[in-house]
């Protein structure tokens, strides 16, 4: 069984950085594929970005482009978000998936969640 857990969020001014994490446990092949999303209450789910096992990035969110950055550690089996020069409207809950086989760009495609961890980006 695969479980994400993400820390590192809170609250951050404008232009401030923050960095996100993801530690995965389970069956690494349930992994390999690992994604940030992102939603406010509302509104739609958006991708941030994905990595594959071997550490190839997707194209990020075009608004994100950038300012974030994301990598895993396999050794840790951890996956990271480090997210610089924030905005306000950055500000949502970010949550970490992750499925077997290669990335995808939509959250229906990832079988396993997180819990989630809240990022408010305000003065």
């Known amino acids: 069984q695969v479980q994400l857990v993400e820390s590192g969020g809170g609250l951050v001014q404008p232009g401030g950085s923050l960095r996100l994490s993801c530690a995965a446990s389970?069956?690494?092949?349930?992994?390999?594929?690992m994604a940030w999303f992102r939603q406010v209450p509302g509104k739609v789910r958006e991708f941030v970005g994905a990595?594959?096992?071997?550490?190839?990035?997707?194209d990020y969110l075009d608004s994100v482009k950038g300012r974030f950055t994301i990598s895993r550690d396999n050794a840790k089996n951890t996956m990271y978000l480090q997210m610089n020069r924030l905005k306000p409207e950055d500000t949502a809950i970010y949550s970490c998936?992750?499925?077997?086989?290669?990335?995808?760009?939509?959250?229906?495609?990832?079988?396993?969640w997180g819990q989630g961890t809240q990022v408010t980006v305000s003065s």
């Open positions: 998936a992750a499925r077997p086989g290669g990335v995808r760009s939509t959250w229906p495609e990832y079988a396993y």
């Open positions: 990595i594959s096992w071997s550490g190839t990035i997707t």
């Open positions: 389970g069956s690494i092949f349930s992994f390999t594929a």
